[in-house]
């Protein structure tokens, strides 16, 4: 099936710098979603961002969607050690209730 | 408190013998569902249930079974476990119409592995 693909696959920073994250995808969507999973763990929800929306915040998080080139990102602000996790985009495609996965993004965060 | 919740955490157990996966949401979810994770693989759907009774294939559905006899309950069966099954198991739920509308809710990870 169909599934997003984020870019960069791992990323390292210093604690206060921003870390973006990119996904892709290849067919029509009705929704986009980005998860955090720390090690081992389940996976939170973090931003849902619909076909017909460009942009969304919540708190230090920065999601972008174009859907002309089926692609998203995904920007932590003034990142802190605690947002090290690894990052997944998830998509909905039209006419499919379910929830594909991109293979994930590693964040590190260095104090 | 809200939650999904999987039984057992960590299991190990040898190939063939049936072992049951319990999954239990308390925020009257219509949509569950099961997907497992692989290094390298990401995440992949094995089942999903839009309402009670009602259970659907996801991607990689073989060599599983689900049943949906109850709202909050959605049981993974693995019949005759093989090595190739070693994984982690993530449970989700969401509210009515499923992703399509909203978030998944996650339980914590089941570990398995088959000898």
């Known amino acids: 099936s169909q599934q997003g693909e984020e870019d960069p696959q791992a990323l390292s920073i210093q604690e206060g710098e921003n870390a973006t994250m990119n996904c892709s995808y290849k067919t029509s969507i009705n929704n986009l979603q980005w998860y955090r999973q720390n090690s081992g763990r389940g996976l939170v929800h973090l931003i849902l961002i619909r076909s017909n929306e460009r942009e969304k915040h919540s708190g230090r998080l920065r999601v972008t969607l174009d859907t002309s080139k089926k692609s998203s990102s995904l920007l932590i602000t003034a990142s802190r050690a605690a947002d090290t996790a690894s990052y997944f985009c998830?998509?909905?495609?039209?006419?499919?209730?379910?929830?594909?996965f991109g293979k994930g993004n590693q964040v590190v965060v260095i104090p | 408190e809200a939650q999904v919740t999987q039984n057992p955490r960590y299991l190990i157990t040898v190939t063939g013998k049936k072992l049951t996966v319990t999954c239990s949401q308390n925020?009257?979810?219509?949509?569950m569902s099961w997907y497992r994770q692989d290094p390298g693989l990401g995440l992949r759907q094995i089942y999903y249930s839009m309402n009670v009774e009602v259970t659907d294939k996801g991607d990689v559905p073989e060599g599983y079974k689900v049943s949906r006899k109850e709202k909050r309950n959605f049981p993974l069966i693995l019949e005759s476990p093989s090595p190739n099954q070693t994984s982690l198991y993530f449970c989700a739920s969401s509210f009515a119409g499923g992703p399509g509308t909203g978030e998944l809710f996650f339980g914590e990870g089941s570990r398995l592995t088959v000898l």
């Open positions: 925020m009257n979810h219509e949509y």
């Open positions: 998830a998509t909905v495609f039209y006419g499919n209730n379910r929830l594909a």
